[in-house]
T-cell receptor, first 110, second 119 residues
Framework: QKEVEQDPGPLSVPEGAIVSLNCTYS??????FMWYRQYSRKGPELLMY????GNKEDGRFTAQVDKSSKYISLFIRDSQPSDSATYLC??????????FGTGTSLTVIP | ETGVTQTPRHLVMGMTNKKSLKCEQH?????MYWYKQSAKKPLELMFV???????ENNSVPSRFSPECPNSSHLFLHLHTLQPEDSALYLC??????????????????FGAGTRLSVL
């Protein structure tokens, strides 16, 4: 069983839609959670990180962690064509070595 | 720009060649990483250097040989690779490897990667 499961998509939505990206995990010791965005031909860039359970909001992005269900989500409100990218979740129990999902490919159609 | 530069961006090599990937970070970070990214697979951590000492080596074949001459530079030396080694190789750096009070200093900043094709 993989440590982190992420639906690869592809996911295609119209501009302005609310996007929900999700990851599930098996290791209940994970307590640090991150979301990265990776544009084509670029390296991943950090979007948000959270510690333990709860929600965190940054502009149009909201990260949500449900440790009881071992489930994390990233919501993108008012999606824009510039949000088209691959989104990677990552998590850790030590805070330094991270386990990544396979990434979800998102396309926002103008 | 993330402050992490990788060269070359693309590399094609035969199975008997020897080549090197280079990574340079301009962020004053103390930890540097090599990852392998293959299609439909999670990022695989290969090596970690903290303060120029290797602290992680995740069962990587010996045909991959890392070198960290100083805290700003990281190399990945390649020899007798296999076609299945074709992938995007990403370098990253972070302020620290060991977790301190806050996760902020462990955030990894990635370069754009080297797309490697082994023929």
């Amino acid at each position: 069983q993989k440590e982190v499961e992420q639906d690869p998509g592809p996911l295609s939505v119209p501009e302005g839609a609310i996007v929900s990206l999700n990851c599930t995990y098996s290791n209940s010791a994970f307590q640090y959670f991150m979301w990265y965005r990776q544009y084509s031909r670029k390296g991943p860039e950090l979007l948000m990180y959270t510690y333990s359970s709860g929600n965190k909001e940054d502009g149009r992005f909201t990260a949500q962690v449900d440790k009881s269900s071992k489930y994390i989500s990233l919501f993108i409100r008012d999606s824009q064509p510039s949000d088209s990218a691959t989104y990677l979740c990552a998590m850790s129990y030590t805070g330094n070595q991270f386990y990544f999902g396979t990434g979800t490919s998102l396309t926002v159609i103008p | 720009e993330t402050g992490v530069t990788q060269t070359p961006r693309h590399l094609v090599m035969g199975m008997t060649n020897k080549k090197s990937l280079k990574c340079e970070q301009h962020l004053g970070h103390n930890a540097m990483y090599w990852y392998k990214q293959s299609a439909k697979k999670p990022l695989e951590l290969m090596f970690v250097y903290s303060l120029e000492e290797r602290v992680e080596n995740n069962s990587v074949p010996s045909r991959f040989s890392p070198e960290c001459p100083n805290s700003s530079h990281l190399f990945l030396h390649l020899h007798t690779l296999q076609p299945e080694d074709s992938a995007l190789y990403l370098c990253a750096s972070s302020q620290d490897w060991v977790l301190r009070r806050t996760l902020a200093k462990n955030i990894q900043y990635f370069g754009a990667g080297t797309r490697l094709s082994v023929l």
